[in-house]
Each structure stands twice: as C-alpha cells, then as structure tokens.
C-alpha cells in the first residue's frame, strides 16, 4: 500500500518526449547552394567592375601624362618667341629628316628701311630654328616667313650650319 500524500508515477502509453534527431552539417540533407552561388556571382561582379574602372582610369592617366606630338611642341617653342598664333603650319617629315614652319612675320614694320626688315627677318628666323634645335635635331629645317599672305623671307639651316636667309624679290 502506498503511503498518503505522495503520488505515485503512472506509466504512460506513450514514450518520453526526447530532442528529435538532428543531423549534423553536411550529411544527410541536401544544401541550398542559391546562396553561396549568389555571393560568389556578387564578388565576380563587383571584383570585374573594379578591374574595368582600374583600366579606364590607367588608359585616361597615361593620355594625360603623354608627350605632346613634336608639330605641337615645335608650333608652342616658336609661338614662345614670335608670339601666340603667328605659327600657320608646320610638317614634319621623320624618315627625311626635315622640318618646315610657316609663321606670319611680326618684326616688319612698314617704315622700316630694307636693311632693318632683311635683319629683322634673318633674326626671327634664325631664332626660331635655335629654338627648335635646342630641342629636336633635323637634318633640315626650313622656316617660311609671311607677311599679308607672301613669303617676305625662307631662313634655313642644314646640320651644324648657320642659317642662311634668301629673302622675295621684293626685298632685294
């Protein structure tokens, strides 16, 4: 017989209640791989952004820091003397080795006696070539001076020489 006041377990039908089994990661039950793959589609995307934005920054940064053509130096060194726009043409021949400037004469002045527009011509044309020596070699350099449309003046310089003038008709 049982004592009073204390119960006594009745079994029950059914079995005790446990943790269900749970297995651990990776065997058994499948993945979900739309996660992972969509993560490593994110890092390719954003990992080729960056290598094509690296590669059009390095493309602009090496047009910026190019060197200019020699006809644009040529042009800025003679317009650095004579004066700003007074270059009209400039060609430049590599494989003969020769260089041909036209610039508007701006020396000349209309009172000036023929022996000042002579010096004053065979001076800004022997300028301009030392300029151009001082920083490219040609075998020939050719300097056509204009004035109201004419060649006034043609200073050239061969080699090591000095220049030589041959001024128009007009001037002789």
């Known amino acids: 017989m049982a004592k009073a006041g204390r119960a006594q377990p009745v079994a029950s039908p059914r079995p005790p209640r446990r943790r269900p089994n749970v297995p651990l990661r990776g065997r058994g039950r499948p993945r979900n ?16 952004a960056i290598f094509a934005w690296d590669q059009a920054y390095e493309a602009r940064q090496r047009r910026l820091f190019a060197p200019a053509p ?4 040529v042009r800025n060194l003679i317009e650095s003397i004579v004066g700003t726009g007074t270059v009209t043409d400039v060609t430049l021949d590599n494989k003969a080795g020769t260089l041909d400037v036209t ?8 009172g000036q006696s023929l022996e ?13 070539i030392q300029f151009v020596e001082s920083r490219f070699r040609y075998k ?3 300097v056509h001076l204009v004035q109201d449309g004419k060649v006034v003046a043609t ?3 061969s080699g090591q020489g000095a220049p030589t003038t041959t001024y128009s008709p007009d001037l002789k």
């Open 103 to 110: 610039i508007k004469d701006v020396l000349s002045k209309p």
């Open 70 to 73: 020699p006809q644009v130096i």
């Open 140 to 142: 020939t350099m050719t």
């Open 155 to 157: 200073v050239s310089a």
């Open 33 to 48: 791989w739309i996660p992972i793959a969509g993560y490593i589609a994110f890092v390719l995307i954003v990992g080729a």
């Open 116 to 128: 000042e527009k002579k010096k004053n011509l065979s001076t800004e044309g022997a300028l301009a």
